[in-house]
């Protein structure tokens, strides 16, 4: 049901947000150079490395770790990352990833390859079983501002209370959210601390 239900959202989704995908693609190439998506490796189901495009909001030359983890990081982000990583617009792209079977909509957010503390703090939880999310239960509760114990508490009671309608409740809070920008923080706003 859940596998139906991403498939099905994500070519609506897909179709229905095909043109302004391509004018931020397009906005993206023509405002810093280098590719309009970015390819990372990320850490999926049973800790399985996937490749996962967003949006490139920072310039190419950009070291790979957790935004938060950079000195003066306004200096990497891009004419128009800023806009898009505070709209959450850079993670469309992450549709694809959902068509091809490496993400859901609803799910712990995929840590970055290197974000050890993280991954293995959800594989003693057995948060590593679930399919990561483009949104999740962390992400309405706190999203950037929620510390590594916090957050994979949080997985851990989706793991727990996980079905249809709460993927649809976690859905509807993520569009409130993104609207807001609540819990939303930019690289130099956040606290010294491992993120995803």
């Known amino acids: 049901?859940?596998?139906?239900?991403?498939?099905?959202?994500?070519?609506?989704?897909?179709?229905?947000?095909?043109?302004?995908?391509?004018?931020?693609?397009?906005?993206?190439r023509l405002t810093s150079r280098g590719p309009a998506l970015y390819?990372?490796?990320?850490?999926?189901?049973?800790?399985?490395?996937?490749?996962?495009?967003?949006?490139?909001?920072?310039?190419?030359?950009?070291?790979?770790?957790?935004?938060?983890?950079?000195?003066?990081?306004?200096?990497?982000i891009t004419?128009?990352?800023?806009?898009?990583?505070?709209?959450?617009l850079d993670e469309l792209p992450q549709l694809w990833s959902i068509l091809r079977g490496d993400m859901s909509f609803v799910g712990?957010?995929?840590?970055?390859?290197?974000?050890?503390d993280l991954v293995a703090a959800r594989t003693v939880s057995g948060v590593h079983h679930l399919p990561p999310g483009l949104t999740g239960w962390a992400q309405v509760n706190g999203r950037d501002e929620l510390s590594i114990p916090e957050k994979v508490a949080f997985d851990a009671e989706y793991r727990r209370r996980q079905s249809l309608w709460?993927?649809?409740?976690?859905?509807v809070m993520t569009a409130g959210k993104v609207l807001l920008s609540d819990g939303v923080r930019q690289a130099?706003?956040?606290?010294?601390?491992?993120?995803?």
């Open 108 to 116: 712990p957010r995929p840590a970055l390859f290197n974000q050890d």
């Open 79 to 88: 004419p128009v990352g800023r806009f898009l990583r505070k709209t959450s």
């Open 188 to 196: 130099d706003e956040l606290p010294a601390r491992k993120a995803a």
């Open 39 to 76: 390819w990372s490796n990320r850490v999926g189901r049973d800790n399985q490395i996937f490749q996962m495009p967003k949006f490139r909001s920072m310039r190419i030359d950009t070291p790979v770790v957790a935004t938060h983890l950079l000195t003066d990081s306004r200096s990497w």
């Open 1 to 28: 049901m859940k596998r139906a239900f991403d498939l099905a959202l994500a070519l609506a989704a897909g179709i229905l947000l095909l043109p302004l995908m391509v004018t931020i693609a397009c906005l993206v």
């Open 166 to 171: 709460f993927d649809v409740r976690i859905l």
